[in-house]
């Protein structure tokens, strides 16, 4: 719990972190649909596996430059001298595995016969209560097993249940706000 202007504010206590505060309270949950902002946040989701969401923000200008803007049609022309420029490149996180991912997964948006917005919500769950404690949050669920195997059939790469999961409750697919938090209901 935070104190603004004297008045007691209560965030998820991830939230609560400095660094995290911010995105807690201005994006986390938030819709967010289009398939530029979609692919940005899958490829996010992608490089995060295995480290701190913290250190994806800290570094997420350096993703949108290196990966001009998340632009898919750009990210699909890349090559080995791209590759090996992003594989010097300290803005980012520097695995090739995840950027040779990030570049193939550009490529197969591009091949989809639909929007990959609308594929991406087609797996969004109906709503559920509000969850009173992170013991109540899921790491997987049925639905973010479907889209990774949705998305991994289609061609897509370096995307799990657990990164399918991390991304529906980072663009508002799913609202894991704890009950209570004052980004569960933002004001429009």
Not at 43 to 54: K, N, T
Not at 91 to 106: D, M, P, S
Not at 152 to 159: A, C, D, I
């Amino acid at each position: 719990m935070s104190a603004t202007s004297g008045a007691a504010v209560v965030r998820c206590p991830w939230g609560e972190a400095p660094a995290m505060t911010q995105y807690h309270d201005t994006e986390w949950g938030r819709e967010l649909r289009g398939d530029r902002e979609l692919f940005e946040r899958l490829s996010l989701e992608a490089f995060q596996s295995g480290l701190s969401w913290a250190i994806i923000l800290r570094k997420r200008d350096g993703f949108r430059e290196a990966f001009a803007g998340f632009e898919p049609a750009v990210v699909a022309g890349f090559g080995d001298d791209d590759v090996a420029r992003l594989l010097g490149d300290a803005g980012i996180v520097r695995n090739r595995l995840k950027i040779e991912a990030t570049i193939a997964n550009a490529r197969t948006l591009l091949e989809l016969e639909e929007s990959f917005s609308d594929l991406l919500w087609s797996f969004a769950p109906p709503e559920r209560p509000a969850p009173a404690s992170y013991a109540d949050v899921p790491a997987i669920t049925p639905e973010s097993v479907a889209m990774a195997k949705g998305l991994k059939k289609r061609g897509f790469r370096f995307f799990g249940p657990t990164t399918a999961y991390a991304l529906m409750q980072a663009t508002g697919m799913v609202n894991d706000h704890l009950a209570g938090c004052i980004a569960r209901h933002p004001a429009p």
